[in-house]
């Protein structure tokens, strides 16, 4: 007698219902990879030290610049919001502002760097990058140590100015109540092609700390430093120029309002250049 169909069919459909053997694997939970650790935090202790304005050697720094020649209303003196801290407004967004991308560098393979020591870095000395400033951190301050063209033979004529002795921008730690006199002399110095001597005296004051208001970014605790150039050349007559920079611990300086030339008043109220860190 032969096996009814359904029988088979039903012995097919028990062995498919047995007990599954099988299980899914057992996976891990997601770890993610551990943060790289940042270089430098800010610790907003009132004071920035040689660790907190290491310079940043390679890394590419956004700022807004005015177009030469344009001047812009500011307002150095800043807003006194009580308790000696005090507010700076640089937020107003203008529509000709230029993009200038810096990149300290290491003096190596400038056309210069036999003047100067191994371990300075150059900056720009102008926001189109045609002239360069040779400068040297370490715990005690930042040395300007010259002014140099960015290529030994430019269109207008090389420049080449180095200070005996250096000059000092900037004393560790920067901190309220800061306030030093540096001067450097130069001799057989070339500016523009042409032969240079002269003696620059640089007067620095740090006397303010508050909130620094930018376009992209606002900088809580950040330090006013004033500083007073006095140009004086051999042949010629001297000239001054008054800068206002505002630092801030890791970024260093986020804003440099520079006056018009010979400018008299402390707290000037129109800059001939404006710069600040952003997009």
Request: glycine share 8%; with cysteine.
């Amino acid at each position: 007698m032969k096996r009814p169909r359904f029988a088979l069919l039903s012995a097919l459909l028990a062995l498919g219902c047995g007990d599954n053997k099988s299980h899914p694997p057992s996976y891990a939970d997601y770890q993610g990879a551990e943060p790289t650790p940042l270089a430098c935090v800010p610790n907003l202790d009132g004071r920035i030290d040689a660790s907190e304005a290491q310079p940043a050697i390679g890394t590419r720094i956004s700022y807004l610049v005015s177009p030469a020649g344009a001047e812009r209303p500011v307002d150095v003196a800043g807003i006194d919001l009580g308790d000696g801290r005090l507010r700076w407004d640089f937020a107003t967004d203008f529509a000709d502002d230029q993009a200038a991308q810096v990149i300290p560098t290491g003096i190596q393979g400038k056309w210069y760097q036999a003047s100067f020591p191994p371990d300075a870095f150059v900056t720009p000395f102008d926001a189109a990058g045609s002239v360069e400033n040779v400068v040297r951190h370490d715990e005690k301050g930042l040395t300007l140590l010259g002014v140099a063209s960015r290529e030994e033979a430019p269109a207008e004529g090389k420049t080449l100015l180095v200070y005996d002795p250096p000059v000092e921008l900037l004393r560790f730690p920067i901190e309220a109540g800061g306030s030093f006199v540096s001067a450097g002399s130069i001799t057989n110095g070339t500016l523009r092609g042409l032969p240079y001597a002269g003696k620059d005296t640089y007067e620095v004051t740090a006397d303010g700390v508050g909130e620094a208001v930018l376009p992209s970014l606002t900088f809580t605790q950040a330090h006013r430093v004033r500083t007073k150039v006095t140009v004086a050349p051999a042949v010629g007559a001297s000239t001054s120029r008054r800068q206002v920079s505002l630092f801030f611990e890791c970024f260093a300086e986020v804003v440099r309002a520079t006056s018009k030339a010979d400018e008299s008043e402390l707290d000037f109220a129109t800059a001939a250049e404006l710069r600040r860190i952003g997009f």
